[in-house]
C-alpha cells in the first residue's frame, strides 16, 4: 500500500485558490485571534486543526454563558436550581439522540469523548462476544477492541474490495460487533456505513460507528443507516467543554458492566453487594458534566439548523481547493487509504517529500501562524500500511473554515519549498521547535501560566 496522488479524482478546475471560495460556514469562538511569528509580527491564527479539536462555536459559548448562573448539582439536589440544572441536564441528552437519529428505544449516555465512549460500549459487549475491526482504525476504535482480542482485518486496496474482505470474515466467523470508522481522522475516508450495516446484520453482528470526525461534518442517523451505536465527541463538534456521547441500542447498556462503580449508579446498595441501576445512570457514576453536556447539545442544535447539504457543500469544496492546491506542488503527496472512496470528510494528509513532516508543520506555524497537525494521528497500523511510518502532516476544515485560510496553507507550503525555513529548527524532546524562540507563549493574549513552564509540544 503507498501514498496515492488524488490527482486523478479530486483536482478541482479551478487552480487559483485566491480568487474566490466560501467564507466561513458558522461563527466560531476566536476566528479573529492573531498570533505570534519568529519575525515579531502576528498574524490570524489560521486554524486548520478541527480534526484534532475545533473552537467552540460563538452560539455555544453564549448558550455557555446563559446557563452558568443557574448551573448547580444534578439529579439528587431538592434546590430550584438543581430541578433547572436537572431539567437541563436530560434535556441536552435527548438533543443529542435527536441529533445522530436515535430510534424511540436507543439512548444517549454521556461521556466525556469517543475514547470514554467506545471504551464504555467495550464493556457492554456480551461475554464472549466477538469484534471485527479493520486496521484503517483510530486507537480509540481499536485498542478497547483489541483488549477483547478483536480481529483486525486488513483493508483492501479499495472500497469494493475491503467491504468483499468483510463479507468474506462475517462469513465464516460468528461476530457480535463490527467497529467501524464514520470518517478516517487521517485521510477523511470512509467505507459505505449502509453496506457495512447491511454485511454485520446479515451476519447477526451489531455495528458501533466511531463517529468522532463524521458526526461534526456530516448529517448522521442511526436510524436512517441502521447502526446500532455511534461514538462521538464535543470538542471536535464545537462544544469543547469535556462532554462527549455513546447513542445506541438499550439492551446491551441495560446489561454491560458499569463504566465507573459509585454513586448514581445504582438501585440499591449494601456493604458486600450492589444492585446496579439501567442505563444511561448505570454508565454515568459520579457527578456528570453538566455544562459540557448542555454545549454539546447546543451544538448539536446549531449544526442541525443549518440548511440542508450546507455543511457538506462548504466542505467538499474546501477539500477541492486544498487537495487541488496541494497535489499542483511538485513533491506534495497527499495520502489516500481507497481508490474508490468517494465524498471524503474535510481531512486531508500530505507529506512533502524528502522533508520530515514535523519540521514543515513548526515552519507553518512559526513563519505563517498556521495551525496544522502533524505526527502519525493514533491511527500506527493505518501509516504503517499507508506506508508513512514516520509520519505525515494532516490539514483538517471546519465550519469555522474559509477559502481564504486554505489558500494560506498553500501558500505556505509552496514558500517552504522555494525559499525553505527562515529560523533554524532542531528537534528537542522529539519534538521540532524554533532555536531560540522569540514568540511569547501566553504574554501576548495578556495569560500567565498557573504553575511551571507551559510546554509547546506534547
Ligand atoms: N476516532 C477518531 C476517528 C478520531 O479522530 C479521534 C480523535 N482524534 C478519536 C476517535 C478519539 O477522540 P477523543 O480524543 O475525543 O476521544
Same mark, same amino acid.
Given at each position: 500500500m503507498s501514498v496515492i496522488t488524488e490527482s486523478a479524482t479530486c483536482a478541482p478546475t479551478r487552480t487559483d485558490a485566491r480568487s474566490t471560495g466560501p467564507g466561513a460556514l458558522l461563527p466560531v469562538v476566536g476566528a479573529a485571534t492573531r498570533v505570534p511569528l519568529i519575525d515579531g509580527s502576528t498574524r490570524t491564527?489560521?486554524?486548520?486543526?478541527?480534526? +484534532?479539536?475545533?473552537?467552540? $462555536?460563538?452560539?455555544?459559548?453564549?448558550?455557555? &454563558?446563559?446557563? @452558568?448562573? %443557574?448551573? !448547580?448539582?444534578?439529579?439528587?439536589?431538592?434546590?430550584?436550581?438543581?430541578?433547572?440544572?436537572?431539567?437541563?441536564?436530560?434535556?441536552?441528552?435527548?438533543?443529542?439522540?435527536?441529533?445522530?437519529? +436515535?430510534?424511540?428505544?436507543? $439512548?444517549?449516555?454521556?461521556?466525556?469523548?469517543? &475514547?470514554?465512549? @467506545?471504551? %464504555?460500549? !467495550?464493556?457492554?459487549v456480551p461475554p464472549g462476544g466477538k469484534v471485527l475491526v479493520l486496521d484503517v482504525e483510530h486507537h480509540a476504535n481499536l485498542l478497547p477492541w483489541q483488549r477483547l482480542n478483536a480481529t483486525v482485518l486488513p483493508f483492501e486496496d479499495t472500497v469494493a474490495g475491503t467491504l468483499e474482505a468483510l463479507a468474506r470474515e462475517l462469513a465464516t466467523t460468528s461476530y457480535a460487533l463490527v467497529a467501524t470508522t464514520g470518517a478516517s481522522n487521517v485521510t477523511g475516508e470512509a467505507l459505505p456505513i449502509d453496506d457495512v450495516v447491511r454485511l454485520a446484520h446479515d451476519a447477526g453482528a451489531r455495528v458501533v460507528v466511531d463517529g468522532a470526525q463524521l458526526v461534526p461534518h456530516r448529517g448522521f442517523s442511526l436510524a436512517e443507516t441502521?447502526?446500532?451505536?455511534?461514538?462521538?465527541?464535543?470538542?471536535?463538534?464545537?462544544?469543547?467543554?469535556?462532554?462527549?456521547?455513546?447513542?445506541?441500542?438499550?439492551?446491551?447498556?441495560?446489561?454491560?458492566?458499569?463504566?465507573?462503580?459509585?454513586?448514581?449508579?445504582?438501585?440499591?446498595?449494601?456493604?458486600?453487594?450492589?444492585?446496579?441501576?439501567?442505563?444511561?445512570?448505570?454508565?454515568?457514576?459520579?457527578?456528570?458534566?453538566?455544562?459540557?453536556?448542555?454545549?454539546?447539545?447546543?451544538?448539536c442544535e446549531t449544526l442541525a439548523a443549518l440548511p440542508d447539504g450546507a455543511l457538506e457543500a462548504h466542505e467538499r469544496e474546501l477539500r477541492l481547493l486544498l487537495v487541488g492546491g496541494l497535489v499542483a506542488i511538485d513533491g506534495v503527496e497527499v495520502v489516500r487509504i481507497w481508490a474508490d472512496s468517494v465524498e471524503p470528510i474535510?481531512?486531508?494528509?500530505?507529506?512533502?517529500?524528502g522533508h520530515d513532516p514535523g519540521l514543515v508543520a513548526a515552519y507553518l506555524a512559526a513563519e505563517h501562524g498556521i495551525g496544522v497537525r502533524d505526527g502519525k494521528f493514533c491511527a500506527h497500523p493505518l501509516l504503517a500500511r499507508l506506508g508513512v511510518p514516520a509520519g505525515a502532516v494532516r490539514a483538517s476544515i471546519g465550519v469555522g473554515t474559509d477559502a481564504e485560510t486554505v489558500d494560506r496553507l498553500l501558500v505556505g507550503v509552496r514558500a517552504y519549498l522555494a525559499d525553505g525555513p527562515t529560523a533554524t529548527y532542531e528537534v528537542v524532546d522529539g519534538c521540532w521547535t524554533v532555536q531560540n524562540d522569540p514568540r511569547p507563549l501566553l504574554e501576548l493574549h495578556g495569560l500567565s501560566a498557573l504553575a511551571g513552564t507551559a510546554a509547546a509540544c506534547a
Open positions: 491564527y489560521a486554524n486548520l486543526d478541527s480534526a +484534532a479539536s475545533a473552537p467552540a $462555536l460563538e452560539a455555544v459559548a453564549a448558550r455557555v &454563558t446563559e446557563v @452558568l448562573p %443557574l448551573y !448547580a448539582s444534578v439529579h439528587r439536589g431538592a434546590g430550584y436550581l438543581s430541578q433547572v440544572s436537572t431539567a437541563l441536564y436530560e434535556a441536552s441528552r435527548h438533543t443529542i439522540e435527536r441529533f445522530v437519529g +436515535a430510534r424511540e428505544d436507543d $439512548l444517549a449516555i454521556i461521556t466525556r469523548n469517543t &475514547t470514554d465512549a @467506545l471504551n %464504555l460500549l !467495550a464493556g457492554c441502521g447502526a446500532d451505536y455511534v461514538a462521538f465527541s464535543g470538542h471536535k463538534t464545537y462544544a469543547p467543554f469535556g462532554a462527549g456521547a455513546l447513542v445506541g441500542r438499550r439492551d446491551w447498556l441495560d446489561e454491560g458492566t458499569p463504566y465507573l462503580a459509585g454513586g448514581g449508579a445504582v438501585k440499591h446498595v449494601r456493604v458486600d453487594r450492589t444492585l446496579w441501576t439501567t442505563a444511561p445512570a448505570r454508565h454515568e457514576a459520579g457527578s456528570p458534566n453538566v455544562i459540557g453536556a448542555i454545549a454539546l447539545a447546543e451544538a474535510g481531512v486531508v494528509t500530505f507529506n512533502v517529500a
